[in-house]
């Protein structure tokens, strides 16, 4: 008597991801759609690289993938980048809120605007977003993942918007979870050191980050994106949680 359990497949479900021109957000659809999903992918300003991605992956498999343009901080239309999505793909199966604004805002010299931002692409946009995919993913029995960081529970000196924020969209991730339940599973994802900024960090402060990973490198975005694909394909009895990705730094 065989009493496996099935396997999971992501074959033919819909799934947004924010962010997702480049960088982590590129890798995490680039393995959604090796594993049989058709990706929506958004984008607020790298339009070329949003549709040279979906070009790259439609030419794999026809259809299968779709360029969305929207600004997260415009809450007011983000129920019509769900509608867009929901009308070419015909369901939404998953969202992956992985859009994100990173960077310093030492202490006397913050301004609302940096407030807004950081405050606004990493919590509000995260929970609005939610709120406009949660009766579509009610239908389908779907998933959101919310991309965190390990600097939501350790500060992250200078970074005193980004680090609250984060925290806010932790605490959002194990809210949603109970109240989205059953229909829809909701967990994150904690990165560690996976790429670094792409301005205003030395070769210096790398070897520095590194040294305190007890697996002695950095991470891979395809790290994230592996993560992602085993939290919507084979997660099926995991809500509530979150799982740092980062060699070890998180535990001291």
Request: aromatic share 4%.
């Amino acid at each position: 008597m065989n009493d496996s359990m099935p396997e999971q497949t992501l074959d033919n479900n819909v799934i947004l991801v924010t962010g997702a021109a480049r960088r982590i957000g590129a890798a995490i659809v680039t393995r959604l759609h090796e594993n049989g999903a058709r990706v929506a992918i958004h984008y607020r300003s790298s339009a070329d690289e949003a549709e040279e991605l979906a070009g790259q992956l439609n030419d794999d498999r026809a259809d299968s993938a779709r360029a969305f343009n929207a600004d997260l901080l415009d809450i007011a239309n983000l129920p019509m980048l769900v509608s867009a999505v929901v009308k070419w793909g015909g369901q939404l199966d998953a969202l992956v809120n992985n859009a994100s604004s990173f960077y310093p805002t030492p202490v006397g010299s913050i301004t609302e605007a940096q407030w807004d931002d950081l405050i606004g692409s990493n919590l509000k946009a995260p929970l609005f977003l939610s709120q406009a995919v949660a009766d579509q993913l009610r239908e389908t029995k779907g998933a959101i993942i919310n991309i965190v960081d390990i600097h939501a529970e350790r500060p992250l000196r200078n970074h005193t918007v980004y680090g609250p924020a984060k925290a806010g969209l932790a605490m959002l991730t194990r809210s949603l979870a109970r109240d989205l339940a059953p229909a829809i599973r909701v967990n994150g994802v904690s990165p560690g050191a996976i790429l670094w900024p792409e301005n205003g960090m030395t070769e210096a402060m790398q070897k520095n980050i590194v040294a305190q990973v007890p697996l002695q490198r950095a991470g891979r975005p395809d790290d994230i994106a592996g993560c992602v694909l085993y939290l919507l394909r084979d997660a099926t009895y995991v809500t509530g949680q979150i799982i740092s990705v980062d060699g070890g730094r998180s535990i001291g």
